[in-house]
């Protein structure tokens, strides 16, 4: 196929195409190294990489004066980048807060190295097929480029030192390599992280067990779902774990990330502080319609066919990992259905286990789907004491508007205003935000990158652990 630039102005006005030749594409500034950045306007410019996951998108739902509203895009030709720029010009063209990005887009086979080779920006967004994840970001951070990363970054144990020599590269040439870690950013987890640090509050994180372990996460993820107003369709690969990566090293990379986030803030982690005890997967069966209907697709692609019996598709998409954090034991599950139920969505459950009071977020039929936090004090416990420093505390948590309900003796529950829940596509724009405080500085908090290190070897050495049981 011929390679080419295709310019994509798209703003309140039709879509403008016009091919420009390859060789007249480059030039001198393209290979000048990133300059420090210190938050000038426009100063950050965004380069997106074969985008095959709406989250690429999901970065560019608000625009940031920080960064330049051009970018470019480097892919292959396919529904994959068709799809990423109808999600773009969607965000452009709609009524209220349009965004202004001009994409351009190199279409070839040798996107990749174009990309390395031109640097026609300073950060590089990665979002896409999980089995080549790994080498577009040493690629990118061996070229000097900045890299904002979706989950997962690796998707196996044998993917997982290169990810080591990743980091150790980036921190080599001065980038910054950053994880997409949206679920810090919703408003329970963060009242939740908030009150686990008040030891008047909820004393001390227990030990747990593997029949009760002191932290529990479990995340439920829809493959026919709506984004940005539209339903979602999802590539074939999404289905196929050798490219999307199987549930149990996918979603969990977000519930291993709060369990470290919240039960051991700003602490340095290491491999050594993590002792997988258990670990199991197990499949979400499809029908043929169920498929095509998410996908578009007629039939199942040749690559899934090895998991087809029956006409039914069994993808691995669920998993469950038990593991020893330092002294205490956490429970982190990942489940993946169809379709859910009217009026639901994508939930989240929450438990951490204190010795004063237990921490839970529960987000079912009778919160309306609403993620809720309760407090739950333990036996023996001060209740009236309990209750005046949690009034307390929440009056000094920088959410505002917080209230106190009591459900029964010994149980509240935390009243979050509205404004204040702002939504899962919202969070990309804040995770964005962070990034770009990071840039500004110069590095990552010193912690990042080690947990990061940490987070990925748990979820892959759990996967291990769960194909050795089959």
């Not at 509203?69 to 452009?92: Q, S, T």
């Not at 904002?148 to 080591?164: C, G, H, N, R, Y």
Request: a neutral charge; hydrophobic letters at 40%.
């Amino acid at each position: 196929m011929k390679s080419l630039y295709v310019l994509i102005m798209i703003a309140a006005f039709p879509v403008i195409l016009s091919s420009i030749s390859a060789e007249g594409a480059t030039g001198s500034e393209n290979k000048s190294k990133p300059s420090a950045f210190n938050g000038a306007k426009g100063e950050v410019k965004l380069i997106t990489l074969d985008p095959g996951h709406f989250h690429a998108a999901l970065v560019q739902k608000n625009n940031y004066d920080q960064v330049s509203p051009e970018v470019y895009i480097y892919a292959p030709k396919g529904k994959d980048l068709d799809e990423h720029l109808k999600r773009i010009e969607g965000y452009n063209t709609r009524p209220e807060n349009p965004t202004v990005w001009k994409e351009t887009c190199y279409i070839g086979e040798d996107y990749l190295d174009k990309m390395i080779s031109e640097k026609r920006g300073n950060v590089v967004v990665v979002s896409g097929n999980n089995r080549i994840k790994g080498d577009y970001i040493a690629k990118s951070v061996n070229a000097g480029l900045n890299v904002l990363a979706d989950k997962p970054m690796v998707i196996t144990a044998d993917q997982f030192p290169s990810l080591e020599k990743s980091f150790a590269t980036a921190q080599k040439n001065g980038v910054l390599l950053y994880d997409i870690m949206t679920e810090r950013y919703s408003v329970t987890t963060a009242i939740q992280r908030e009150l686990s640090l008040r030891s008047d509050i909820f004393g001390a994180l227990e030990t747990g067990s593997l029949e009760k372990p002191a932290v529990e996460m479990t995340s439920v993820h829809y493959f026919y779902k709506n984004v940005s107003g539209n339903t979602l369709v999802r590539p074939g690969w999404f289905f196929d774990v050798k490219q999307q990566g199987e549930g149990i090293v996918d979603v969990t990379t977000h519930l291993v990330d709060l369990v470290q986030w919240e039960c051991f803030p700003d602490q340095i982690l290491h491999k050594s502080d993590i002792q997988i005890l258990d670990a199991k997967r197990w499949p979400t069966q499809f029908s043929k319609s169920e498929f095509s209907e998410v996908t578009k697709l007629a039939d199942f692609p040749d690559y899934l066919l090895k998991d087809v019996k029956a006409d039914k598709l069994a993808v691995f998409a669920n998993g469950t990992i038990v593991y020893k954090i330092k002294n205490s034991v956490a429970k982190v599950t990942a489940i993946w259905d169809y379709k859910a139920s009217e009026g639901a969505g994508d939930t989240h459950y929450s438990i951490l286990r204190g010795t004063l009071s237990d921490l839970e977020i529960i987000q079912g039929k009778e919160q309306k789907y609403d993620p809720t936090l309760y407090i739950h004090a333990k036996v023996g416990t001060d209740l009236i004491n309990l209750e005046k420093q949690i009034v307390v505390a929440l009056a000094n948590l920088p959410q505002l508007g917080l209230a106190l309900e009591k459900i029964k003796s010994g149980t509240w529950k935390i009243v979050v205003p509205e404004s204040l829940k702002i939504g899962h596509e919202a969070h990309f724009a804040q995770v964005t935000a962070k990034y770009l405080e990071y840039l500004k500085a110069g590095k990552l908090p010193a912690w990042e990158a080690p947990n990061t290190l940490v987070k990925y070897y748990t979820t892959t050495q759990a996967l291990k652990l769960a194909y050795s049981k089959h």
